[in-house]
């Protein structure tokens, strides 16, 4: 049971998932789908070649489609004022299903930017000769990981009664060891990722500087993938684990500090907003981390605004005779 001081120190928050993020998340879920499903045809009908690089996005556009799959439901209590109306058994499949979401995006994508490292710094690792078992049993054990790692959201009862609402949380004041876990997981695989893709980014850019004129493009396009992805890894995943490690902070000075605990509670729910926008903006970094991804995008545009262009001067052909 929240105490009185707890409850009020909480409020608001609900007016800014009811109002704002609703919105935000429709806008992602359609931005989202169509390139995510764009992005699949593409690696099931023209990618031929499995290699590993291939392969490692694959599997980030698969954790890409669990959030797809999830968001929904979230929208929809999010709609209600975070009330949820799906059971105890579905809030604990959904919130695990968002949390291997994340936790599976970024291990893949510091998988892709490990290997564009060991590509360019390393050439002759024999990591970079994997077959493409090899490669599959490498994403096999990441979501092996990601699936423990995540498994206490499962075991947990993570629905809170209040009144005649029920709410759906995989943060709560439950000091169980499986949600301390959660909490601890949440922090790591944001810091750890992160200084390994900063390392990459330095390395390669030290390698680019070395390299002579006329050599240096396969390097660049090393560096823009890995840059690309910090990018996005930053944008999307970073505003999440501030505003909470913040949060954590001010709740155990709630007393003094209730204003400001108020306001970065906002800001956390605001953050889910920008957790979830990585499902959207992950075809950006098939783009860059696979030349035969681009240059079938850049087909597909080009035949698109090429049946524009005929279309248009069939149309100004037609007016003209017409005498118009």
């Given at each position: ?187 790591a ?11 990459c ?23 823009r ?36 605990y ?8 605001l ?7 990585n ?8 783009c ?37």
């Amino acid at each position: 049971m929240e105490s009185k001081n707890n409850t009020t120190c909480n409020a608001g928050t609900e007016n800014v998932m009811s109002s704002i993020l609703p919105p935000l998340l429709i806008i992602e879920l359609l931005l989202g789908l169509p390139v995510n499903l764009m992005a699949l045809y593409i690696f099931c009908r023209y990618l031929r070649s499995w290699r590993p690089n291939i392969l490692f996005l694959f599997n980030l556009l698969l954790a890409d489609f669990l959030l797809l799959v999830s968001m929904p439901f979230r929208i929809d209590a999010y709609l209600r004022s975070e009330c949820w109306v799906f059971g105890a058994a579905w809030c604990r499949i959904n919130l695990f299903m968002l949390a291997v979401n994340r936790s599976a995006s970024i291990g893949f994508m510091t998988t892709v930017a490990v290997h564009r490292y060991f590509k360019v710094v390393h050439p002759h690792n024999k990591i970079n000769f994997i077959s493409s078992r090899q490669a599959g049993g490498i994403a096999c054990f990441i979501w092996v990981v990601v699936v423990l790692m995540r498994l206490p959201l499962l075991t947990n009862d993570l629905l809170i009664k209040r009144e005649n609402y029920s709410y759906c949380r995989s943060f709560s004041n439950d000091n169980s060891f499986g949600i301390k876990l959660h909490y601890v997981t949440f922090i790591a695989e944001f810091f750890l990722p992160l200084l390994t893709l900063l390392f990459c980014s330095f390395q390669i850019a030290c390698i680019l500087k070395q390299l002579q004129r006329g050599r240096e493009k396969k390097v660049q396009q090393a560096i823009r993938t890995v840059l690309v992805i910090v990018g996005v890894f930053i944008f999307c995943f970073f505003p999440g684990v501030a505003t909470g490690l913040t949060a954590l902070y001010l709740k155990r000075r709630m007393e003094e500090y209730c204003n400001a605990y108020r306001l970065v509670s906002q800001l956390f729910v605001l953050s889910i907003g920008f957790t979830y926008m990585n499902s959207a903006l992950d075809p950006v970094i098939y783009c860059f981390s696979s030349t035969m991804f681009r240059d079938v995008v850049k087909r597909s545009f080009n035949r698109v605004g090429l049946m524009h262009l005929q279309l248009t001067r069939r149309a100004s052909t037609v007016t003209r005779s017409d005498g118009v």
